[in-house]
Structures are given as C-alpha cells and as structure tokens.
Nanobody, 115 residues
Framework: QVQLVESGGGLVQPGASLRLSCTVS????????MAWYLQSPGKECEMVAV???????IYPDSVKCRFTISRDNTKNIVYLQMNNLKPEDTAVYYC?????????WGQGTKVTVSS
C-alpha cells in the first residue's frame, strides 16, 4: 500500500508563503499525475493544482500565478509552493497521486491564513 504524508501547513499572515510537502512511501517512477486539493469548512473539495507527467500544470484562476506544483523524484516528494496567501486559501490541503493507474490520498495538512 502506498502512503502519502502531507506536511508544511500552519498559521500564516496574509501575503506570506508556505511550501507543502507530500512524502510518498515509494518511488514516483510510474507516476501518471499528481495533484493538490483543498477543502474549506462547509465546502466541497476542489482542485488547486494538477500536473500530468510530461505535461503542463493546470491551476484554477483563484490560485493561478500564486501556487506551483512540482516534485522531487530523488526524495519521492510532491510539493505545492503557495505564495501571496490570502484568507480565502484557508483550508485543509490534500495531496493526490495517480501511480500506475491507482489513486492515493494523504491525510491532509491544515493551512490557516489570518492576521
């Protein structure tokens, strides 16, 4: 079973940056796609970044030019760099990967943006 562990969340002020990490328990060889989702209280889960292997990243307008998804194959980590954070970015962030056609999720890491 593949396990994903997110980290890097926390409480920050508006305008700050955070980098979320998603450590995968096995090699990312065979990765078809990676993504980050967020879930705000009382709202449905929504995608904030997705990238297919060999393809470009896709972001919703709400985070475009502020968030960047990437990965480090040597460390088996998927990242989400978040810049210029806004209060509306407050949510639990989940990592998702498609590895050999199977989807795996992490347990989430909480991000709170507040002054």
């Amino acid at each position: 079973q593949v396990q994903l562990v997110e980290s890097g969340g926390g409480l920050v002020q508006p305008g700050a940056s955070l980098r979320l990490s998603c450590t995968v328990s096995r090699s990312l060889f065979g990765l078809i796609a990676m993504a980050w989702y967020l879930q705000s209280p009382g709202k449905e889960c929504e995608m904030v970044a997705v990238r297919a292997s060999g393809g470009g990243a896709i972001y919703p307008d709400s985070v475009k030019c502020r968030f960047t998804i990437s990965r480090d194959n040597t460390k088996n980590i998927v990242y989400l760099q978040m810049n210029n954070l806004k209060p509306e970015d407050t949510a639990v962030y989940y990592c998702n990967i498609n590895l050999y056609g199977e989807h795996f999720w992490g347990q989430g890491t909480k991000v709170t943006v507040s002054s």
